[in-house]
């Protein structure tokens, strides 16, 4: 399969989960792959999976200078890049009343400021007619109990992203986000759970989906590159991967 062969693309966050399907479908399909974790056990097992097609780093988006090194890896590394997708983020689970100072400012700084930045310094590296895929979250705009912090880090990335949409545009630069819902990810996406709690968590969040059960992690991916390399006259927009939870999609027992 060539789907994307001569194609060169970067994902950010991209040692497990939503982002590790998208570096492997995108090399599958013949890419070359820059892709970023903080995790060694993830850099390590992403590297085992990928092969030599993909270029796996370690890179903290949260740091300002491994965001200006990682910028001058990827030209040395790809020269230019066709697709960026900036998966990575963190989640900490807290209501009002329990959101520390710390919580708050470790997700703001990956979520938010560290994507913001890695973007900016990207940027002059992206082809014209190349895309920027967003991970954003059906939180986002869902007033979700105990999620405050992460769905804000989350909303301001969506705005981020459609005014990128609007600056890129002149260099037919497209700029689109998917919002995934409940998705089997390691730990649910959540840091500092048990395996109780991810199990509850689960339950809960199958029984919130109309269709029932969780996303995978491909379905995220082939959305995201559909996106990035199929959808040419899309710009500024939002797709939901969530099984009709961010339509509160109504099913016979509710």
């Known amino acids: 399969m060539s789907t994307y ?66 910028g001058d890896l990827v030209a040395s590394r790809l020269g230019r890049v066709d697709h960026l997708f900036v998966n990575a983020g963190i ?40 895309s920027i895929v967003f991970t954003t979250s059906v939180a986002d705009d869902s007033g979700t109990p105990g999620m405050g912090v992460y769905a804000g880090t989350k909303a301001a990335l969506w705005s981020f992203a459609q005014t990128l949409a609007a600056e890129l545009v002149s260099r037919g630069i497209r700029v689109n986000a998917v919002a995934p819902g409940f998705i089997d990810t390691p730990g649910s996406g959540i840091q500092g759970l048990s395996e109780e709690v991810v199990a509850a968590f689960r339950k809960s969040g199958d029984e919130q989906t109309p269709m029932k059960r969780h996303g995978t992690s491909d379905e995220v991916a082939r959305a995201a590159l559909f996106l990035a390399t199929d959808a040419t006259f899309t710009t500024g927009l939002k797709l939901s991967v969530d099984g009709g939870l961010g339509k509160r999609i109504a099913t016979p027992e509710s």
Request: negative net charge; charged residues 20%.
């Open 91 to 130: 989640a900490r689970l807290g209501t009002f009343e329990t959101v520390t100072e710390e919580d708050y400012d470790a997700q703001f700084a990956v979520n938010t400021k560290g994507a913001f930045f890695t973007v900016q310094r990207l940027i002059p590296l992206l082809d014209e007619g190349g």
């Open 5 to 70: 062969a001569g194609l060169k693309a970067v994902v950010i966050g991209g040692s497990m989960g939503m982002g590790l399907a998208m570096a492997k479908r995108l090399v599958e399909g013949g890419a070359e792959v820059l892709l970023t974790g903080r995790n060694p056990a993830n850099l390590k097992d992403a590297r085992n999976e990928l092969g030599p097609s993909a270029h796996v780093v370690s890179s903290d988006i949260a740091d300002p200078a491994a965001v200006a090194a990682l």
